[in-house]
């Protein structure tokens, strides 16, 4: 019952900034565990970076490490990912995604409940 629309996609240069927003409905966001995954062109859809509920226990993919920062802001019961120095093989459709749990302090990217439709970053000058 929860839907999860991306936002915030675009053309960007190298070294550029962006940040996605993913706005839920239909539940309460604190209530999942979060992630956001990428696909590029011809390949296989990847998890990027993960947090808990409690927002506590976080983990990011080593090629986005110190340029990725994953949040969320339950108050408006959105998350959102915010990428700096963007690289041209950051180029993918970015998809946000929850999982339903009970547990406050895990994440991961397997047996998500509820997709966003995802949105394109293009790196490129």
């Known amino acids: 019952q929860l839907q999860l629309v991306e936002s915030g996609g675009g053309l960007v240069q190298p070294g550029g900034s962006l940040r996605l927003s993913c706005a839920a409905s239909g539940g309460t966001l604190e209530n999942y565990a979060i992630a956001w995954f990428r696909q590029a062109p011809g390949m296989e859809r990847e998890g990027v970076s993960c947090m808990s509920r409690s927002d506590g226990k976080t983990d990011i993919k080593d090629s986005v490490k110190g340029r990725f920062t994953i949040s969320r802001d339950n108050a408006v019961n959105t998350m959102y990912l915010h990428m700096n120095n963007l690289k041209p093989e950051d180029t993918a459709v970015y998809y946000c995604?929850?999982?339903?749990?009970?547990?406050?302090?895990?994440?991961?990217?397997?047996?998500?409940?509820?997709w966003g439709k995802g949105t394109l970053v293009t790196v490129s000058p």
């Open positions: 995604a929850a999982d339903f749990t009970f547990e406050i302090n895990t994440c991961g990217y397997t047996g998500m409940d509820y």
